[in-house]
């Protein structure tokens, strides 16, 4: 039996879909750790072809022998609010200034896609989860 690699760093990206360089952010992470941009940028686009434009948030596993792997997360719950309040960017002060509106419905629909990485038993927690982080962007749920 393989021995079990050692993990010695953990790294979380926030790129935009079908869209990493060798550039900022990507090139000068994946740089400190010595590791192959290419091994990653292609089969990264490769992936995130359906998010093109959009911020997906990355979790890179980096081991002793300068190999790694990666999960894709898809697109933080914040952007996924924006996208449906069509708002711009959330309140400066959430608690006074509300900028948009949010329903039950539409909470559920962004529960369901990322109910997986949610810290919740069911769809009824995990709306919760979503609901929170809309009032703390600012945003005014309905039901």
Known sequence: MAEAKKCIGNLKLRI?????????????????????MMDFINPFNEQTKEFMGKNVIVHIKVYEDRTFDWTCLGQPVDDLIREKTKIQKGSGKPNLEKVGKISRADLEEIAKVKMDQ???????????IVAGTARSMGVEVEG
């Open 118 to 128: 949610l810290n919740a038993v069911d769809l009824d927690g995990a709306v919760k």
């Open 16 to 36: 935009p879909g079908g869209k990493a360089t060798a550039g900022p952010p990507v090139g000068s992470t994946l740089g400190q750790w010595g590791l192959n």
